[in-house]
């Protein structure tokens, strides 16, 4: 095992911080790239990854590692630092208002030119240079503030990897995933192991998250020279939604972190028989067609169905009551779906998002995700 230090740019005098790395296995052949509580107050996925790492260094020992697997457990100190008046925070950093996990940045562009002259008509040959020109401009990046250096950390720590795992969770949720389209043949395999009840796919959620811009050179690249060289489809991409923010336990992530094990077996990375495939819970889904229910009034929450359940167009999925005016109004759900996930809060402000549905038929555009 390598521990590796990636120090932050200090936001102040005396307050440095870094991202702590692990990597695994010999330095060539494919790479792995797993992170864990982007969003600081996330911490199911912590406890996974303290887990993984247990796993992954018994692997290495035993010399089952077909892979180079790095590991980032605390991918966000800066906000892990964020408690008020005993109250976790995490999730947008303080000084520029911005989600921890937006606004990541976007290389295709800048990559073009460089690349001209460098590019085959062998397209093992081409995913070569274009890792190595990304490796080549996340190095020379000069980052101003905290927030962009941990951006630009974890962008270099991932960008040449073929699998990378995002570990998130929600407010109160079963667990469930986000990906790609294109990427979704290979992280079915994951879906199953883990459980997941819901399979969000878009090509682009809008926000430029993690996940996404790990991708977008590849994308861009492929459009870019499009009847002139063969680009691959570059990483597969997958955020795990592993259930909510109370969902921590040593029972939950320990059967978590054996379902990725399982799953780097079943696709080769990690030498051994992997489990048989479990029956996927519930197809994939557009996350375009996502049903999002908001409070049209403030007022206390009433859970009427729980997350998991199975729900039709007209069902009463919660109700808010706002006791001085004795209104008591019903959020109707739009779509057939599984309710995956609500509030953790049981009050709500006028507008605010209670519950999400996945749904099969396509509601919405632009940016899909919560914001």
């Known amino acids: 095992m390598q521990v590796t230090h990636h120090p932050l740019v200090a936001a102040s005098p005396g307050t440095g911080r870094a991202i702590t790395s692990y990597a695994f296995g010999a330095e060539h052949g494919p790479k792995v790239y797993i992170q864990a509580s982007l969003h600081a107050d996330e911490l199911p996925g912590m406890v996974v990854a303290w887990y993984l790492k247990r796993h992954f260094a018994e ?18 100190p800066a906000g892990l630092n964020q408690h008020w008046f005993g109250t976790q925070m995490g999730r947008f950093d303080m000084q520029s208002g911005q989600d921890f996990n937006r606004r990541f940045p976007a290389l295709g562009p800048g990559l073009v030119d460089g690349l001209k002259q460098h590019l085959t008509g062998d397209e093992t040959h081409n995913a070569r240079a274009i890792r190595a020109a ?9 980052p101003a503030t905290e927030l962009e250096s941990q951006r630009i950390a974890l962008m270099t720590l991932a960008c040449d990897a073929d699998l990378i795992i995002d570990m998130h969770c929600d407010w109160e949720a079963v667990a469930h995933l986000y990906t790609t389209p ?18 969000l796919l878009a090509d682009v959620s809008g926000g430029e998250p993690f996940d996404e811009a790990c991708v977008s050179a590849w994308r861009y690249l492929r459009d870019a020279f499009a009847g002139r060289f063969p680009i691959p489809r570059g990483a597969a991409t997958v955020t795990l939604e592993l259930r909510g923010v109370r969902d921590v336990s040593r029972e939950t992530a320990s059967r978590d972190a054996q379902a990725i094990v399982d ?17 996927l819970a519930n197809p994939p889904t557009p996350l375009a ?35 001085l005016h004795d209104e008591l109004v019903p959020l109707i759900a739009q779509s057939d779906g599984v309710l995956y996930a609500r509030h953790w809060t049981r009050f709500a402000t006028a507008g605010m998002l209670v519950a999400r549905i996945a749904g099969a038929e396509v509601r919405r555009e632009g940016d899909l995700l919560v914001p």
């Open 263 to 279: 799953y780097l077996t079943h696709a080769g990375f990690i030498s051994g028989d992997a489990p048989a495939l479990p029956a």
């Open 134 to 142: 990304l490796r080549d401009t996340f190095a020379a990046l000069e």
């Open 289 to 323: 067609g996502c049903d999002y229910l908001h409070a049209p009034i403030s007022g206390v929450i009433l859970h009427a169905r729980e997350v998991g359940e199975r729900v039709c167009a007209g069902d009463v999925v919660a109700e808010v009551l706002d006791p």
């Open 182 to 199: 294109e990427a979704w043949v290979r992280i079915e395999p994951l879906a199953r192991y883990l459980g997941s009840e819901a399979q």
């Open 59 to 76: 692997l290495e020992a035993a010399g089952r590692l077909n892979a180079r697997i790095v590991l980032v457990p605390v991918a966000n």
